[in-house]
């Protein structure tokens, strides 16, 4: 089966049922007040949408990982104190731990777009496997339940809602597959910041006549219905994109060469804890990235 085929028949499948689209997103505002750092502490920075600093317990046993259990976890194994800072940015979060972080978790893409505009370097150390034992998440292409757009070919006519260009699932990852459905796409793109925003705009504008869609992300799913945001099947799926990098581990410039030998070793080692595993949701804990296609 040709890849545009297969990506037919995906679409095909996923539209067939009206499917409730969940956006785990950022709290309404951030909370800046800065945290006391020990002296000496190994700073870890998160900013992973799906841990319970950032997220909502609306839905029992998903967005509610325990980064502080990883912080008690690697005081053990680097001798040392962590402190553990979260925040919905990575600028946001190094203003709560006043420019510290020596250790960061979050989106592998959104990581690597704004590291550079916090004049942060970082090395890739590990990625974290969720519950079903991936380590990617996808674009998911959305419309209003009612729209008789199908596949993704039928978006012509469609102002499309894309998400920043540092979120690849729902901006470079969604470009590509829809111009494998032959969509033309206008040269500057509609963006929304959050998968909560691009879903309201395709209920709302669909509401009043206009052909609309919204790419959110699929880790997403599980949380606007649960928050009550979305009313179930108001959104229906008719694309989905490959899948992309999702929760990635990286050191900073900051860490030691040797500390960061130790705190890779040790986040290799999480999915052999089962108690911390359960606590940051993971099937398998942190592991190494699979080996590019050559």
Not at 75 to 99: D, F, M, Y
Not at 173 to 178: C, M, Q, S, V, W
Not at 224 to 251: N, W, Y
């Amino acid at each position: 089966m040709s890849t545009m085929n297969r990506r037919e028949a995906i679409a095909s499948a996923l539209a067939l049922s009206a499917l409730p689209i969940i956006a785990a997103e950022e709290k309404p505002k951030e909370k800046d007040k800065p945290v006391v750092i020990p002296a000496n502490a190994l700073v870890v920075l998160v900013m992973d949408p799906l841990s319970k600093e950032l997220s909502c317990p609306c839905v029992a046993g998903y967005a509610q990982r325990d980064y502080d259990k990883l912080g008690k976890y690697l005081e053990g194994k680097v001798g040392r104190a962590v402190a553990v800072v979260q925040g919905e940015s990575l600028a946001g979060a190094l203003k709560k731990s006043n420019g510290k972080g020596d250790l960061l978790i979050g989106k592998d893409s959104v990581v690597r777009a704004h590291a550079p505009d916090s004049k942060v370097k970082v090395t890739y150390l590990a990625a974290l496997t969720g519950k079903d034992g991936k380590t990617t998440q996808t674009g998911l292409v959305v419309v209003a339940a009612a729209d008789k757009a199908v596949v993704a070919a039928d978006l012509k006519d469609h102002t499309i809602y894309f998400g920043s260009p540092s979120a690849e699932e729902k901006h470079a990852a969604a470009i590509k597959t829809l111009k494998e459905f032959g969509l033309a796409l206008p040269a500057k793109l509609s963006t929304c910041a959050t998968c909560t925003e691009g879903a309201t705009k395709v209920v709302e504008e669909a509401k009043g006549g206009a052909k609309v869609a919204a790419v959110v992300s699929s880790y997403a799913q599980p949380l606007l219905e649960g928050c009550g945001t979305i009313k179930k099947g108001e959104l229906r799926v008719i694309a989905e994109t490959e899948p992309v990098p999702f929760i990635a581990a990286f050191a900073t410039e900051s860490l030691s060469p040797g500390d960061r030998d130790t705190v890779k070793a040790a986040l290799l080692e999480v999915g052999k804890n089962k108690t911390l595993a359960t606590a940051l949701e993971t099937k398998s804990g942190f592991v190494e990235p699979p080996a590019k296609k050559k």
